[in-house]
């Protein structure tokens, strides 16, 4: 797989039926290792290593409905009062990050409240906070590390 602008990680792999598999500590599971999920393994070993997040607050590609349209979110952190904390966007780094990427998140976002979002590909990393009394958004240089 293709190096990330992420730090370097130890991930655990294995090999079947001609697939290689990543492990997820937050499903638990090995999962097919496709460009997205290696973009997707990296931000949650990132949030966990390096920001400090607490891996049970964390949830992975779990389903939401959008205008009767069964949707995916990539990586979900939750406050401790189970509101949203931070939304990323996940995207195999081939995938260009333009405006129907923010589109994207923009669209989950309006059912789930996120603080913070983050879009990203692996190589470019993009970090906004929301302001929702301003109906306004600022770009971020990086998302907070963890704090109680």
């Not at 602008?5 to 496709?34: G, M, T, W």
Request: aromatic share 14%.
């Amino acid at each position: 797989m293709k190096s990330l602008r992420f730090p370097a990680f130890d991930f655990r792999f294995k090999s079947s039926e001609n697939k290689v598999y990543i492990f997820d500590v937050v499903r638990k599971k090995f999962v097919v290792l496709q460009p997205e999920e290696w973009v997707r393994q990296h931000v949650v070993q990132y949030l966990i290593n390096n920001k400090k997040y607490p891996l049970s607050l964390i949830n992975v590609e779990k389903q939401l409905t959008i205008n009767d349209i069964k949707k995916r979110y990539d990586v979900v952190v939750f406050n401790s009062d189970g509101t949203i904390h931070l939304l990323v966007e996940c995207k195999a780094p081939s995938v260009v990050i333009n405006q129907n990427v923010f589109d994207q998140i923009a669209q989950y976002n309006i059912q789930l409240n996120a603080t913070f979002l983050m879009v990203t590909n692996g190589l470019e990393h993009f970090y906004c906070k929301m302001d929702y009394n301003k109906e306004k958004y600022a770009f971020l240089p990086a998302i907070p590390d963890f704090s109680r």
